[in-house]
């Protein structure tokens, strides 16, 4: 059974970087998949924030890309999102999924940031 | 990017009965489409991948169809269980993109 649990401060202060893990169980991100992550403002919809395949390679929503990073470690099991210059508009909850053929199989329970000062 | 809308924002349906929610993709997607629910203060869940096929564990009264540019999620006899928000996501281009969500409530 794939488990997805995210992790990372719950606040953030405006302009600094937001920094999440998604720790994956029951399954070895080394061996296929892609990874994405996707957010929920309160009361809101939800928004893609971008995906990666486990050798690397990545696709970000373009209104968010030039504030993104998402990586990979193997070693831990694990997968990153660094999101740099936070506003208020990026307090969400974030979570993250197991995507196959761009659909998002699997997911964490996902984990509230605000940014706030 | 691909614009997903979905009707109405709100059903409202009794217990028993069927739903009929509507998903419309702003340019054809094939049949690139997925249903997910969204209880409160949990996860979504996927239903329904390709349009029409249930995800693994989904009860068959549940059923997608539709292709190109308008897609359809019928719950065939609402559970008490089936309250809640759907959201359709086209699967077909990036960016990938959701609708807005149509809430399920009882009537």
């Known amino acids: 059974q794939v488990q997805l649990q995210e992790s990372g401060p719950g606040l953030v202060k405006p302009s600094e970087t937001l920094s999440l893990t998604c720790a994956v169980s029951?399954?070895?991100?080394?061996?296929?998949?892609?990874w994405g992550w996707i957010r929920q403002p309160p009361g809101k919809g939800l928004e893609w924030i971008g995906t990666?395949?486990?050798?690397?390679?990545?696709y970000y929503n373009p209104s968010l890309k030039s504030r993104l990073i998402i990586s990979v470690d193997t070693s831990k099991n694990h997968f990153s999102l660094k999101m740099t210059s936070v506003t208020a508009a990026d307090t969400a909850v974030y979570y993250c999924?197991?995507?196959?053929?761009?659909?998002?199989?699997?997911w964490g329970q996902g984990t509230l940031v605000t940014v706030s000062s | 990017d691909i614009v997903m809308t979905q009707s109405p924002a709100t059903l409202s349906v009794s217990p028993g009965e069927r739903a009929t929610l509507s998903c419309r993709a702003s340019?054809?997607?094939?049949?690139?489409l997925a249903w997910y629910q969204q209880k409160p203060g949990q996860a979504p869940r996927l239903l329904i991948y390709?349009?029409?096929t249930r995800a693994t564990g989904i009860p068959a009264r549940f059923s997608g169809s539709g292709s190109g540019t308008e897609f359809t999620l019928t719950i065939s006899s609402l559970q008490s269980e089936d309250f809640a928000v759907y959201y359709c996501?086209?699967?077909?281009?990036?960016?990938?993109?959701f609708g807005g969500g149509t809430k399920v409530e009882i009537k």
């Open positions: 990666m395949y486990h050798s690397g390679s990545t």
């Open positions: 999924a197991r995507d196959s053929s761009s659909v998002h199989e699997y």
């Open positions: 029951g399954y070895s991100i080394s061996s296929g998949f892609y």
């Open positions: 390709d349009a029409s």
């Open positions: 996501q086209q699967s077909d281009n990036w960016p990938l993109t």
């Open positions: 340019q054809y997607i094939s049949r690139n």
